[in-house]
């Protein structure tokens, strides 16, 4: 059986964390102790973590870390609320959460190349939002308001991380997948959410070499100085969700996979 590392992003130590078998990142602001990995050596973007969250990690360990792996080992990520599980369940405490956590690779993954969390459907936008932060898509199509086959990825984007930000982003994008990501985003009304992916090196490679020279692309048209409010400062990363699931459905065999959302204060 392949083995499985898994690292969990955090902006705040957290003890209950510390007590499960997760190697754990910290970014962000907050000093952290040694049991958190930092990225703050060798090639990183620290100075853009505000803007990337948990992808200043993906970023350092792919430029710093992934070619020390053996080529075998499944690597994931998650984050210090949401974790990989064995199986779809309700967490209500922290035993729930210990039990149930993913800690090895599954038989069922042997004919897959990724592993990504169950989708969610963003097609229940309340037309009360689609009003307040969404007139300017009613506008351009006044039956999203009654065809919810047409509250796609691009519409709830617009309404929560800046209206035509991602629109812009696909136009800088690489000619090979261009026109299938605005496609796929104009269609779909689900994505496989939080950056969470478990793969082995060489297709991690492959997935972080395609994101960050785009990533870096949109930086040239999107920036930073006008991205306000916590929705559309961490603009790099909601772009990057978004991408995820894209990308994997499209270069590898891939598995939807449950995941559980767990918080101890």
């Given at each position: 059986m392949d083995k499985l590392k898994i690292f969990c992003i955090t902006n705040k130590e957290k003890p209950y964390l510390e007590k499960l078998d997760l190697d754990l990142v910290g970014v962000g602001k907050e000093n952290f102790s040694k049991k958190y990995i930092q990225c703050l050596e060798g090639d990183n973007i620290q100075h853009k973590e505000q803007y990337y969250s948990e992808l200043t990690f993906h970023y350092w360990f792919w430029k710093n870390q992934l070619k020390t792996y053996d080529e075998n080992i499944w690597i994931g990520f998650c984050q210090k609320r949401r974790f990989w599980i064995k199986e779809k369940k309700k967490l209500d405490n922290f035993e729930d959460l210990k039990e149930n956590l993913l800690t090895s690779a599954p038989i069922s993954w042997n004919?897959?190349?990724?592993?990504?969390?169950?989708?969610?459907?963003?097609?229940?936008?309340?037309?009360?939002?689609?009003?307040?932060?969404?007139?300017r898509n009613i506008i351009e199509d006044p039956y999203v308001l009654i065809d919810k086959n047409k509250r796609n990825i691009k519409l709830h984007f617009d309404i929560h991380h800046g209206y035509k930000n991602l629109q812009r982003a696909i136009e800088v994008m690489n000619r090979n997948d261009r026109d299938d990501f605005k496609d796929f985003v104009s269609t779909k009304n689900l994505f496989n959410p939080h950056i969470m992916f478990i793969a082995k090196p060489k297709i991690i490679n492959k997935w972080f070499e395609s994101l960050f020279s785009w990533l870096f692309e949109c930086e040239k048209v999107l920036g930073f100085d006008k991205l306000k409010g916590y929705d559309e400062t961490r603009l790099y990363a909601y772009l990057a969700e978004r991408y995820l699931s894209f990308w994997f459905k499209k270069y590898t065999k891939s598995l939807d996979w449950p995941w559980g959302f767990f918080e101890d204060n």
């Open positions: 004919n897959c190349e990724a592993i990504l969390c169950e989708p969610i459907n963003i097609s229940g936008i309340k037309n009360m939002k689609l009003l307040k932060r969404g007139w």
